[in-house]
């Protein structure tokens, strides 16, 4: 829980991970301000948190050790931006991925807040030089990227910009613990971070394979789902490299030559487009339709899948 001195938080675009962000961080006792270009935004996103959070306490799901209400209090809207951030200890950007408006968005920031706030923007794939250099702020600036549906995957990617403080990444990491999420640190800057380079790694070998006909699409994804995912859910690929042989060093000795003969077969990078688009669309369409209601429904399946994992992740995590 924070304590009544902690400064609050402000989340400056109330869409889908905006609203998350705030529900975080009231879980964890803090007080949220919302804050929206589209003063209609922040009306949906404190009506749809409240549902949420109700949902959420009902099916005994809610996070944190305080009631829905107790929650809901916490969290306000503003629709002046220069008022929200009076005070507030850290400052979560969330407006749609486009450079040009993260960067005004910053700037804008820049001139309002104190030396000691943290900005942080919730970024997909933005790299902190683009988006940070020239700010007065620089060294409180870091992106801090979440995992959707944030409130059930709970790592979040902390990106520094070259000159951001460590103190920065030192606050941000401690705060995100506070709100139960799982921060991981990046020591540099890389394109895609490190979780979608190593998704894009798989998409792209996975559509090489389906590409030559090797396996079909449903297979593809049955692979990942009840194979590498069941285990990748618990442990690492290093730590299953550990496991799977008597250490990674004699799994190295083991399985090294075969990786690399395998690994040198690997094909450039695909163009994703044609009948192999064509031919995915089709297998993935016959189990789940692309049409908003089919693709609605099997994301709150996906949603509920994924908070019985989390609970079970708690139960099973060593002390
Ligand atoms: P969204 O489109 O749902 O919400 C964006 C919000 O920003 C809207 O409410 C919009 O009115 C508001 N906005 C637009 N211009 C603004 C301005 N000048 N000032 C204040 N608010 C403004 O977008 P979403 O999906 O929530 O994404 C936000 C960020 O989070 C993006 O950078 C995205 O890459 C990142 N992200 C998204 C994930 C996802 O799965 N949706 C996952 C991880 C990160």
Redesign the pocket.
């Known amino acids: 829980m924070a304590s009544p001195a902690a400064g609050g938080v402000v989340i400056?675009?109330?869409?889908?991970?905006?609203r998350s962000w705030a529900m975080l961080f009231a879980s964890g006792g803090f007080k949220v301000k919302l804050?929206?270009?589209?003063q209609q935004?922040i009306t949906n996103a404190l009506e749809n948190i409240r549902k949420e959070m109700k949902l959420l306490e009902q099916s005994g799901s809610l996070k944190g050790s305080l009631s829905a209400e107790q929650q809901l209090s916490l969290i306000s809207g503003c629709g002046n931006l220069a008022e929200a951030v009076e005070g507030a200890m850290h400052i979560q950007e969330?407006?749609?991925?486009n450079l040009e408006?993260?960067k005004?968005?910053f700037a804008q920031l820049d001139r309002i807040v104190d030396d000691r706030v943290i900005l942080s923007?919730?970024?997909?794939?933005l790299l902190p030089s683009k988006l940070f250099t020239g700010l007065a702020h620089v060294k409180q600036c870091v992106v801090a990227?979440?995992?959707?549906p944030p409130y059930y995957v709970p790592l979040v990617e902390l990106v520094p910009h070259p000159e951001t403080a460590p103190a920065t990444m030192d606050r941000t990491y401690a705060l995100m613990k506070r709100i139960g999420q799982s921060p991981v640190r990046l020591l540099k800057e890389i394109d895609g971070f490190v979780l979608n380079r190593l998704q894009y790694a798989v998409i792209s070998e996975a559509w090489r394979m389906m590409e030559e006909g090797i396996v079909s699409p449903n297979d593809l994804d049955l692979v990942m789902s009840d194979g590498l995912g069941m285990r990748y859910a618990f442990i690492g690929p290093l730590e299953t490299m550990h496991l799977n042989a008597e250490g990674i060093v004699s799994y190295c000795d083991r399985y090294s030559d075969g990786m690399k003969r395998v690994l040198k077969t690997f094909g450039p990078v695909p163009e994703f487009s044609g009948a192999t688009v064509e031919k995915v669309n089709q297998d993935i369409c016959m189990k789940v339709p692309d049409d908003p209601e089919h693709l609605a429904a099997r994301r709150k399946w996906r949603d509920d899948c994924l908070m019985k994992l989390a609970k079970l992740k708690h139960q099973v995590q060593p002390q």
């Open positions: 400056v675009g109330s869409g889908l991970i905006g804050y929206d270009i589209e935004q969330c407006v749609p991925e408006l993260k005004k968005i923007s919730s970024s997909s794939c990227h979440p995992v959707n």
